[in-house]
């Protein structure tokens, strides 16, 4: 069946570091792909998505594109801020059974 | 426009008590999904309705009921609470495809001891 996998965490960065957190998949056909954000203490917020190989999501200086030679869908930005602090949640819906599978999870903590 | 908006934002109950969990959203969503988040599991799909007047399950429903109450409201019920379903639940809806782009709500802790 399909899967996700994502880097565990906590990722602990200065300010201004570069992002990278892992994201890889199993899946048969077409999936389409998502990162969503979970800031502390509320829900969870679509961060940005992709639905068909070598497009790239991008959103608040957030990107990720689906590569579908390596499985792969790994969230990147160029310089965190403070206010980047979340969990991060990789996420995939097939095209045939839709619902979605969640990776586990990367806390990111970013640090002044 | 609230979003989605769920009641209440934290419950304790003592084991094999019940309660409802009551979600609403004001997007004129079709789709409407109950998840619950456990450390370290990512998110957990409970039940979910593509549109008012169905539902379905999803990969863990094991003691829980769900009632589309019309397309806005969506509650999610525990006839007897068990301390395995301490979590935090949300309430999600989408309106561009089943699971696709999903709103959250802020979620409701609970605590059954």
């Known amino acids: 069946g399909n899967s996700v996998t994502q880097m565990e965490g906590p990722v602990t960065l200065s300010e201004e570091a570069f992002l990278t957190i892992n994201c890889t998949y199993t899946?048969?056909?077409?999936?389409?792909l998502f990162w969503y954000v979970q800031y502390p203490g509320e829900g969870l917020q679509l961060l940005l998505k992709?639905?068909?190989a070598d497009d790239k999501g991008s959103n608040k200086g957030f990107e990720a594109t689906y590569r579908k030679e390596t499985t792969s869908f790994h969230l990147e930005k160029g310089s965190v801020q403070v206010s980047d602090s979340a969990v991060y949640f990789c996420?995939?819906?097939?095209?045939?059974?839709?619902?979605?599978?969640w990776g586990a999870g990367t806390k990111l903590i970013i640090k002044p | 426009n609230a979003g989605v908006t769920q009641t209440p934002k934290f419950q304790v109950l003592k084991t094999g008590q019940s309660m409802t969990l009551q979600c609403a959203q004001d997007?004129?969503?079709?789709?409407m999904y109950w998840y619950r988040q456990d450390p370290g599991m990512g998110l957990r799909l409970i039940y979910y309705?593509?549109?008012?007047?169905?539902?379905d399950k999803g990969e863990v429903p094991n003691g829980y009921n769900v009632s589309r109450l019309n397309k806005r409201e969506f509650s999610l019920r525990l006839e007897s609470a068990a301390p395995s379903q301490t979590s935090v639940y949300f309430c999600?809806?989408?309106?561009?495809?089943?699971?696709?782009?999903?709103?959250f709500g802020p979620g409701t802790r609970l605590t059954v001891t």
């Open positions: 996420a995939l819906r097939g095209d045939s059974n839709y619902q979605l599978i």
């Open positions: 999600a809806s989408s309106e561009a495809g089943l699971f696709y782009e999903q709103y």
């Open positions: 992709a639905t068909k």
């Open positions: 309705s593509a549109s008012e007047g169905t539902t």
């Open positions: 997007m004129n969503h079709n789709s």
């Open positions: 899946a048969t056909g077409y999936p389409s």
